[in-house]
């Protein structure tokens, strides 16, 4: 494996980790709503009403319902996530020693998490 190959390994798992960190974001942010504040919250651009006070009020908070996940889009990331930490992984244990040196472990983006 190449120095190359690891750099490229290691951009698809840094970008994987930014879409999950993204869905982590807006599924917490709505969590958090619902915990404090289920009657000021609705999911905007979908065809169920709720009555006026849980939309119309200057508190009420709402999350468009196309940017809620589904299960198989969590799913299908997760996976990416698991496949993508793997080859990057498998493309760092494959450098020698050398290249490794003048270069960041995978650890730092596998243990950066801080959501």
């Given at each position: 494996m190449s120095a190359e190959g690891y750099?490229?390994?290691?951009t698809k798992f840094s970008n994987t980790l930014a879409e999950l960190k993204q869905m982590v974001d807006v599924i917490g942010s709505v969590g958090s709503v619902l915990r404090d504040s289920p009657d000021r919250f609705?999911?905007?651009?979908?065809?169920?009403g709720l009555p006026m006070e849980a939309t119309m009020t200057?508190?009420?908070r709402s999350t468009d319902a196309g940017a809620w996940p589904s299960v198989e889009k969590i799913m299908m990331l997760l996976k990416r996530y698991?496949?993508?930490?793997?080859?990057?992984?498998?493309?760092?244990d494959a450098l020698p020693q050398?290249?490794?040196?003048?270069m960041k472990s995978p650890n730092d983006l596998i243990k950066r998490r801080s959501w």
């Open positions: 750099l490229t390994a290691r609705i999911f905007a651009n979908q065809p169920i200057s508190d009420a698991h496949d993508e930490k793997v080859a990057m992984q498998n493309a760092w050398a290249t490794k040196d003048a």
